[in-house]
């Protein structure tokens, strides 16, 4: 059975798999500054970190002593690894004589140094060297041979678009392809990472989140390809309490377990202060909660829901309860989702309040990925164990407009909880109406919700006007019956 060995960077042994396959050659492709040597290098470090020797052959005439400057700013970079586990040779000279000089060089170094890895940096300049596809071919193809034979692997780097390279006959006699780009959105740039190629061995496809760092080159994967839907999932019959009886009892019993909810609410309405509530019920009985919040500082967070008679300050010393507060102003959606998953998995959180769906859904860049992005998040989250709600602000404090088309968590999520403000009689009421709880019965009538310095309150049903979830409610008239 073929070996496969870890890169030494998790994410990507994931995108590739689990690994780079033994005796396999592989090409990181892209434009300068793109990080392509930093990732390659990364890898030496890491072999070398394990105690397996590592061949670094420069293939340009300038001085390897500038490489290893560049290098010395990351955390992977040990200057005690060269010379001991990694190796470095001038492969120039021997280039300038021709394929069959050049691939001697590196088999009999690799031979010399017993080494695992050939890392060969600057494969662009061996094709303008040559200027001969022949030449590349076969230089290729006895380097690979060469190499098999060792059981070794070898990592070259090249500096065209992915689409460029792939019209070139190296296309073809390596094993995989690593594409590593840069696109500019507006005022940042985004790093990708793409696997356009690995020969006999499943992998991720899609183009992925990168970033270097002090500690050099991490990854965050699509959570499209990454969770999978459970299929034998069942859910289960617990409930998760808000711990107001009046919203309990129309929830009949509180939110299912596991579930995931949207509360859509106008600005000012409570919707804040009622995730903050769900949470610190929870966290009182034992059940660890964690919000998320995009726009108030915790300071802040806390101050408001003090004023409610709702003191956050004891579950947060205790850690039953954690807020995060995180402006999104350079982040993209798969930090944010990665983020929230790392802390759910890591404190082992049983309740989850995201107040700010609307700013997690602004930093998708590829309007394209809401839904599946969002549908994999909730199938991750179900599958920890956490029963989750996702708070949205909508536009008007009034009106007849009611469309959540926009939002595909609406769609995904089991329930769905709407406040707002009304206009009745000249004075402005909140209103609570239960849209939809996909694994339960519920009460359907609208009712008034009251925020004050006593609490959150949920009371009687509104039935002395229409049109309540427009926003601008019509008081009913009674007529009285006409007597002969």
Same mark, same amino acid.
């Given at each position: 059975?073929?070996?496969?060995?870890?890169?030494?960077?998790?994410?990507?042994?994931?995108?590739?798999?689990?690994?780079?396959?033994?005796?396999?050659?592989?090409?990181?492709?892209?434009?300068? *500054?793109?990080?392509?040597?930093?990732?390659?290098?990364?890898?030496?470090?890491?072999?070398?970190?394990?105690?397996?020797?590592? &061949?670094?052959?420069?293939?340009?005439?300038?001085?390897?002593?500038?490489?290893?400057?560049?290098?010395? *700013?990351?955390?992977?970079?040990?200057?005690?690894?060269?010379?001991?586990?990694?190796?470095?040779?001038?492969?120039?000279?021997?280039?300038?004589?021709?394929?069959?000089?050049?691939?001697?060089?590196?088999?009999?170094?690799?031979?010399?140094?017993?080494?695992?890895?050939?890392?060969?940096?600057?494969?662009?300049? !061996?094709?303008?060297?040559?200027?001969?596809?022949?030449?590349?071919?076969?230089?290729?193809?006895?380097?690979? &041979?060469?190499?098999?034979?060792?059981?070794?692997?070898?990592?070259?780097?090249?500096?065209?678009?992915?689409?460029?390279?792939?019209?070139?006959?190296?296309?073809?006699?390596?094993?995989?392809?690593?594409?590593?780009?840069?696109?500019?959105?507006?005022?940042?740039?985004?790093?990708?990472?793409? &696997?356009?190629?690995?020969?006999?061995?499943?992998?991720?496809?899609?183009?992925?989140?990168?970033?270097?760092?002090?500690?050099?080159?991490?990854?965050?994967?699509?959570?499209?390809?990454?969770?999978?839907?459970?299929?034998?999932?069942?859910?289960?019959?617990?409930?998760?309490?808000?711990?107001?009886?009046?919203?309990?009892?129309?929830?009949?019993?509180?939110?299912?377990?596991?579930?995931?909810?949207?509360?859509?609410?106008?600005? *000012? &309405?409570?919707?804040?202060?009622?995730?903050?509530?769900?949470?610190?019920?929870?966290?009182?009985? *034992?059940?660890?909660?964690?919000?998320?919040?995009?726009?108030?500082? !915790?300071?802040?967070?806390?101050?408001?829901?003090?004023?409610?008679?709702?003191?956050?300050?004891?579950?947060?010393?205790?850690?039953?309860?954690?807020?995060?507060?995180?402006?999104?102003?350079?982040?993209?959606?798969?930090?944010?989702?990665?983020?929230?998953?790392?802390?759910?998995?890591?404190?082992?959180?049983?309740?989850?309040?995201?107040?700010?769906?609307?700013?997690?859904?602004?930093?998708?860049?590829?309007?394209?990925?809401?839904?599946?992005?969002?549908?994999?998040?909730?199938?991750?989250?179900?599958?920890?164990?956490?029963?989750?709600?996702?708070?949205?602000?909508?536009?008007?404090?009034?009106?007849?407009?009611?469309?959540?088309?926009?939002?595909?968590?609406?769609?995904?999520?089991?329930?769905?909880?709407?406040?707002?403000?009304?206009?009745?009689?000249?004075?402005?009421?909140?209103?609570?109406?239960?849209?939809?709880?996909?694994?339960?019965?519920?009460?359907?009538?609208?009712?008034?919700?009251?925020?004050?310095?006593?609490?959150?309150? !949920?009371?009687?049903?509104?039935?002395?006007?229409?049109?309540?979830?427009?926003?601008?409610?019509?008081?009913?008239?009674?007529?009285?019956?006409?007597?002969?």
């Amino acid at each position: 059975m073929q070996r496969i060995i870890s890169t030494g960077i998790p994410k990507l042994d994931l995108l590739l798999g689990g690994g780079i396959p033994e005796r396999q050659t592989l090409v990181v492709t892209g434009d300068p *500054g793109t990080g392509k040597t930093i990732l390659c290098s990364q890898i030496a470090f890491a072999f070398a970190a394990r105690g397996e020797n590592v &061949v670094l052959a420069s293939v340009a005439s300038e001085s390897q002593d500038k490489l290893l400057h560049e290098l010395q *700013g990351f955390s992977f970079f040990d200057a005690d690894r060269i010379g001991k586990e990694l190796f470095l040779v001038s492969a120039y000279p021997a280039l300038q004589k021709g394929p069959k000089e050049a691939k001697e060089l590196l088999l009999r170094t690799m031979k010399d140094r017993k080494a695992k890895l050939l890392f060969v940096d600057g494969l662009r300049s !061996v094709r303008d060297l040559w200027q001969s596809e022949g030449k590349l071919r076969d230089f290729f193809y006895e380097l690979n &041979v060469g190499l098999a034979q060792r059981e070794s692997i070898a990592l070259f780097t090249t500096e065209y678009p992915l689409a460029k390279l792939m019209g070139y006959p190296e296309a073809t006699t390596v094993d995989g392809i690593v594409s590593v780009s840069v696109a500019r959105f507006g005022g940042r740039l985004v790093r990708r990472i793409q &696997v356009a190629k690995l020969r006999g061995r499943a992998h991720l496809t899609s183009e992925h989140l990168m970033h270097i760092t002090q500690q050099g080159i991490s990854i965050v994967p699509r959570l499209e390809e990454t969770v999978h839907a459970n299929q034998s999932f069942e859910p289960p019959d617990a409930r998760a309490e808000f711990g107001l009886p009046e919203l309990d009892a129309i929830l009949h019993g509180g939110l299912p377990a596991q579930s995931t909810t949207l509360i859509a609410g106008s600005t *000012g &309405v409570g919707k804040t202060l009622l995730g903050a509530q769900f949470l610190a019920h929870g966290a009182a009985r *034992g059940e660890p909660g964690l919000l998320v919040t995009y726009s108030e500082p !915790v300071g802040r967070l806390v101050k408001r829901a003090r004023g409610v008679s709702l003191d956050l300050r004891p579950l947060l010393e205790s850690g039953t309860l954690r807020i995060h507060y995180t402006p999104v102003t350079n982040l993209e959606s798969d930090d944010l989702t990665d983020q929230i998953l790392r802390a759910v998995r890591e404190h082992g959180v049983r309740r989850l309040v995201v107040d700010g769906i609307g700013e997690l859904e602004e930093s998708i860049l590829d309007r394209s990925r809401l839904r599946g992005l969002f549908s994999s998040l909730i199938i991750a989250l179900r599958d920890l164990g956490t029963t989750s709600l996702f708070i949205k602000e909508v536009a008007k404090i009034a009106g007849p407009d009611l469309d959540f088309s926009d939002t595909p968590i609406s769609v995904t999520a089991e329930n769905l909880l709407f406040f707002r403000h009304i206009e009745l009689r000249g004075r402005l009421h909140r209103i609570l109406s239960i849209l939809k709880m996909r694994e339960s019965s519920y009460d359907p009538y609208v009712r008034e919700f009251a925020v004050t310095n006593r609490g959150i309150s !949920v009371l009687a049903p509104l039935e002395s006007a229409e049109g309540l979830l427009t926003g601008v409610a019509r008081p009913l008239v009674v007529h009285a019956e006409a007597t002969s």
